[in-house]
């Protein structure tokens, strides 16, 4: 009678290492034909499913990679080609679903912010009134005095001249605003068309006759985030409308541009009404 052994000798025995059993006949010693070590008995059954359960090991393994990761890895490639930044996180095709779900990574804002809604379109102010004894003449008046002398893109001369005319103004107001939404500092084709419709209305038609009169551009911004940038927005949006004045509606009375910056002057809780270009009339 024959016994079924294994050779535990993993490090030195090739039989050991393969899970082979060794058949001992009956009275035999005990050890390894391969290393001469002792041997263990293997009983029943088990040693030949002992024998096979590497292998069967090995073929579930590889079916789990097959089956799963195949799924994983193009789901992976996929996400990685398309530039998504977001953290991908990949259910297994056999999972019942097959959705990719993403999950940005922490601190960052997955919805993206609502579209600033159009701020609306230039409008002319009705019954224009350049009486510098009114109370809102004046205090503009003071307000563009007190920010030429900060204006960086204007020469030294012209910050003379203008200052000049609204300090000797003998009429001044308010003739047209301009809207724009959060952020934004350019007219497009239709806001420029408006406003070229807004100025040929009678009332501004008669100041623009007059070879006298000088348009102010002041831009506004809300005070919302940094003043510096506010400043530059609010110069950009008083430039955008007195490049349209000039090139789109033919003015050709002198005109100067001021940027406000960030300012509640306009409405110290509906911050959106301080999103503006004002056009003032200045009359020596």
């Not at 292998?55 to 789990?64: D, F, H, P």
């Amino acid at each position: 009678m024959k016994v079924h052994a294994k050779c535990h000798n993993y490090a030195g025995c090739l039989l050991a290492y393969r899970g082979d059993e060794i058949e001992i006949a009956d009275g035999t010693p005990m050890v390894c034909p391969e290393c001469g070590k002792p041997v263990a008995p293997v009983k029943g059954a088990g040693g030949a499913i002992g024998k096979s359960l590497p292998l069967v090991i090995a073929v579930i393994v590889i079916g789990a990679v097959a089956f799963f990761g195949v799924p994983i890895i193009t789901k992976w490639l996929q996400n990685k080609e398309a530039g998504d930044p977001a953290k991908a996180e990949v259910v297994p095709a056999n999972s019942g679903t097959t959705a990719v779900s993403t999950t940005a990574p922490s601190g960052t804002q997955t919805t993206p912010p609502p579209t600033a809604e159009p701020a609306g379109n230039a409008k002319a102010v009705q019954n224009i009134d350049l009486d510098l004894a009114k109370e809102e003449n004046k205090q503009v008046k003071q307000e563009v005095l007190q920010r030429i002398d900060l204006m960086p893109n204007i020469s030294e001369t012209n910050k003379d001249k203008l200052y000049n005319s609204v300090e000797r103004a003998r009429s001044m107001g308010k003739v047209l605003v301009v809207p724009f939404s959060s952020g934004k500092n350019t007219l497009g084709p239709a806001e420029t068309q408006a406003l070229k419709s807004e100025l040929e209305s009678p009332e501004i038609m008669k100041l623009r006759d007059d070879p006298t009169a000088v348009f102010v551009i002041l831009g506004y911004a809300d005070t919302k985030g940094d003043p510096k940038k506010n400043l530059g927005i609010s110069q950009a949006r008083a430039d955008a409308v007195l490049e349209a004045m000039r090139d789109k509606a033919g003015i050709s009375n002198v005109m100067h541009s001021v940027a406000m910056g960030g300012s509640t002057i306009l409405d110290s809780k509906d911050l959106e009404k301080n999103r503006i270009a004002e056009v003032w009339a200045v009359l020596p």
